[in-house]
């Protein structure tokens, strides 16, 4: 629901973000009888897929990309389009009659007796724990080039690229050899003159390997690694075949060069001392945790993850994380995979609200 000024109260559990992470959470915590809250910077619902390039589609089918307690519609062998994830999560939402406030921003969340104050941008709000599940949109990546600040092209990260169009005609550089890159690179490359630049040769994997696969792979890898076992698969940084990728390398597009070493003012200068000029380059270089709104509680490490066991942050007993990657739960920031962490989540949660007086709400 829309909240305006002045909206605030007190929660067993307040959850940050309504984001596939968010929401999973959420669900778990309707089931509990605890009172929670989850708060959402975004205008509507689907958090970072709203802000995703228009011609999106997930590498995975709807069967094999869906939260819990609902299959997201399309079965095994469609590849949902943005729009389409989107919809599925409003349905998500009204399915579960999820308690989601937005938009409301987080600013801060502050230790306030045996609870937390939740600063945000429109009230306070008062809860015994906090779930962070801002996942990493809002903490784009841009490496420290030399000569960057010099350029005078566009330069855009792939969190606020929409579609091709916008470079027609241009001289491009894509960076990064991951699925973004690629995906970005394919559709660029029919409008502009297109130059793909990775710090490693990127790889492919086999035309039949989608997420499905790679997503058992990485299940065989994460048993392998608990029991101690030496395992060899695919990374997940590898780069899945979906139609455009596909249609990209028969027009002989997928070729990249080393990651150039410097900027200038009008372009790139490549390993071998070659200038090009360049009118834009769109930045797919990942991003780290947005977790600025923990910075009070002193739990952020220098490298911007907070140090966890399972979900359950070390410093604070409170304090879950929840979506941000592997170090936060196996596959936790996918739609398939952080229905396990948010379980584990919330079962803990509930089991150290025994253990707490009852809320007052």
Same mark, same amino acid.
């Not at 869906?66 to 943005?82: A, I, V």
């Given at each position: 629901?829309?909240?305006?000024?002045?909206?605030?109260?007190?929660?067993?559990?307040?959850?940050?973000?309504?984001?596939?992470?968010?929401?999973?959470?959420?669900?778990?915590?309707?089931?509990?009888?605890?009172?929670?809250?989850?708060?959402?910077?975004?205008?509507?619902?689907?958090?970072? /897929?709203?802000?995703?390039?228009?011609?999106?589609?997930?590498?995975?089918?709807?069967? /094999?990309?869906?939260?819990?307690?609902?299959?997201?519609?399309?079965?095994?062998?469609?590849?949902?389009?943005?729009?389409?994830? %989107?919809?599925?999560?409003?349905?998500?939402?009204?399915?579960?009659?999820?308690?989601?406030?937005?938009?409301?921003?987080?600013?801060?969340?502050?230790?306030?007796?045996?609870?937390?104050?939740?600063? @945000?941008?429109?009230?306070?709000?008062?809860?015994?724990?906090?779930?962070?599940?801002?996942?990493? /949109?809002?903490?784009?990546?841009?490496?420290?080039?030399?000569?960057?600040?010099?350029?005078?092209?566009?330069?855009?990260h792939s969190a606020f690229y929409r579609r091709p169009q916008a470079f027609a005609g241009q001289r491009v550089v894509v960076v990064g050899g991951g699925n973004s890159g690629a995906q970005i690179l394919a559709e660029v490359s029919k409008v502009a003159d297109t130059t793909w630049a990775t710090l490693r040769p990127p790889t492919f994997l086999p035309d039949d390997?989608?997420?499905?696969?790679?997503?058992?792979?990485? @299940?065989?890898?994460?048993?392998?690694?608990?029991?101690?076992?030496?395992?060899?698969?695919?990374?997940?940084?590898?780069?899945? %075949?979906?139609?455009?990728?596909?249609?990209?390398?028969?027009?002989?597009?997928?070729?990249?060069?080393?990651?150039?070493?410097?900027? @200038?003012?009008?372009?790139?200068?490549?390993?071998?001392?070659?200038?090009?000029?360049?009118?834009?380059?769109? /930045?797919? @270089?990942?991003?780290?945790?947005?977790?600025?709104?923990?910075?009070?509680?002193?739990?952020?490490?220098?490298?911007?993850?907070?140090?966890?066991?399972g979900t359950h942050s070390v410093r604070e007993s409170g304090l879950w994380l929840v979506g941000y990657g592997n170090w936060t739960g196996f596959a936790s920031a996918t739609l398939i995979g952080v229905g396990r962490s948010a379980r584990a989540t919330v079962g803990e949660i509930r089991d150290a609200a025994g253990r707490q007086p009852p809320s007052e709400n």
């Amino acid at each position: 629901m829309n909240v305006g000024p002045g909206v605030d109260g007190a929660y067993d559990v307040l959850v940050i973000g309504a984001g596939q992470a968010g929401l999973a959470v959420a669900r778990e915590l309707s089931r509990t009888g605890l009172s929670y809250v989850v708060l959402d910077a975004q205008e509507g619902v689907g958090a970072a /897929w709203r802000h995703a390039w228009d011609s999106l589609r997930l590498f995975s089918p709807a069967r /094999w990309s869906s939260l819990p307690g609902f299959l997201m519609p399309g079965g095994e062998e469609e590849y949902p389009r943005r729009s389409e994830v %989107m919809a599925y999560l409003a349905e998500y939402e009204r399915r579960y009659g999820l308690n989601i406030l937005r938009p409301v921003r987080v600013q801060a969340v502050i230790r306030n007796g045996e609870g937390f104050r939740v600063e @945000t941008n429109r009230a306070s709000f008062q809860a015994r724990f906090v779930v962070s599940a801002t996942g990493t /949109w809002d903490a784009p990546v841009i490496p420290d080039v030399a000569g960057r600040a010099e350029f005078r092209g566009l330069q855009v990260h792939s969190a606020f690229y929409r579609r091709p169009q916008a470079f027609a005609g241009q001289r491009v550089v894509v960076v990064g050899g991951g699925n973004s890159g690629a995906q970005i690179l394919a559709e660029v490359s029919k409008v502009a003159d297109t130059t793909w630049a990775t710090l490693r040769p990127p790889t492919f994997l086999p035309d039949d390997v989608d997420g499905r696969v790679l997503f058992d792979v990485a @299940t065989q890898r994460y048993r392998a690694q608990q029991a101690g076992v030496a395992f060899s698969a695919p990374s997940l940084g590898d780069i899945v %075949m979906v139609p455009g990728v596909r249609e990209a390398r028969e027009r002989g597009i997928l070729h990249a060069r080393a990651m150039f070493t410097r900027m @200038t003012g009008s372009g790139v200068v490549w390993p071998d001392g070659q200038d090009q000029d360049v009118d834009a380059v769109i /930045w797919c @270089t990942g991003f780290r945790p947005a977790l600025e709104h923990l910075a009070p509680l002193g739990v952020v490490g220098p490298e911007g993850r907070v140090q966890v066991q399972g979900t359950h942050s070390v410093r604070e007993s409170g304090l879950w994380l929840v979506g941000y990657g592997n170090w936060t739960g196996f596959a936790s920031a996918t739609l398939i995979g952080v229905g396990r962490s948010a379980r584990a989540t919330v079962g803990e949660i509930r089991d150290a609200a025994g253990r707490q007086p009852p809320s007052e709400n």
